[in-house]
């Protein structure tokens, strides 16, 4: 069965990086409908970074210029690299696959998930 393993959070101060793993297996991976999403307690699982099937990423408002999305097909791993952390980014962070629409935004559409990371970036 498709299983997803995230690893790479942790506790950062602000203005530092990390860089979030996500490794794939139970099914044939490409490295495109893949998505890392974020929540903080209380609130709404929100879209991070999305790869559509052309390959096309997309990214929210907040975090563009500062993270990026890739995928090394190698390894079947997807990858969150976030640099500039701000506090605002303390969250737990899944990656998701299997979505009903390739590159959704929407968390609800995806089938697949991680078990989470947590990231905690301090002022």
């Known amino acids: 069965q498709v299983q997803l393993v995230e690893s790479g959070g942790g506790s950062v101060q602000a203005g530092g990086s990390l860089r979030l793993s996500c490794a794939a297996t139970g099914y044939t991976y490409t490295g495109y409908c893949m998505g890392w999403f974020r929540q903080v307690p209380g609130k709404v699982r929100e879209g991070v970074a999305t790869s559509d099937s052309a390959g096309t990423t997309n990214y929210a408002d907040s975090v563009k210029g500062r993270f990026t999305i890739s995928s090394d097909n190698t390894k079947n791993t997807v990858f969150l690299q976030m640099n500039s952390l701000k506090p605002e980014d303390t969250a737990m962070y899944y990656c998701?696959?299997?979505?009903?629409?390739?590159?959704?935004?929407?968390?609800?559409?995806?089938?697949?998930w991680g078990q989470g990371t947590q990231v905690t970036v301090s002022s």
């Open positions: 998701a696959t299997g979505p009903s629409n390739c590159g959704s935004w929407y968390w609800h559409e995806y089938k697949y």
